[in-house]
């Protein structure tokens, strides 16, 4: 019996583990760049989001991850965390985003009226 009980501890172990580098990897993967934290936000390195491969929703775009889908609404631009079915409302693209990423521009390509 006490096997029984150290393997199911191993086995929560073990995926708590897998479902914290999960997310991680997924949150890590949504804004590639780096630096550029100050006004006029020029200084930072990697490639911007590319807008139109994110998957087309009705409200905006979303980037599905291992574990957790990043959800950008099209008109507000309030960027949402999806997991296990349950979104999660964080906090609207901030300057940075707006200057490095240039989402207005691409959601107004992608046929949204963005109001951020």
Sequence with gaps: MNWVIKLFAAIGVVLTVVLVIGVALDIR???PTSGGYEPPYTAFT???IDWENLDLTQTGV???G???N???NGATGM???EIFGQMIDYRPL???ALAVHQPREA???LGFDPEF
């Design 29 to 31: 993967a949504f804004d």
């Design 66 to 68: 291992y574990v957790v």
């Design 107 to 109: 959601f107004i390509r």
């Design 94 to 96: 901030s300057d940075r």
């Design 46 to 48: 990697g490639e911007p």
């Design 70 to 72: 990043v959800h950008v």
């Design 62 to 64: 979303v980037k599905r």
């Design 79 to 81: 960027i949402s965390f």
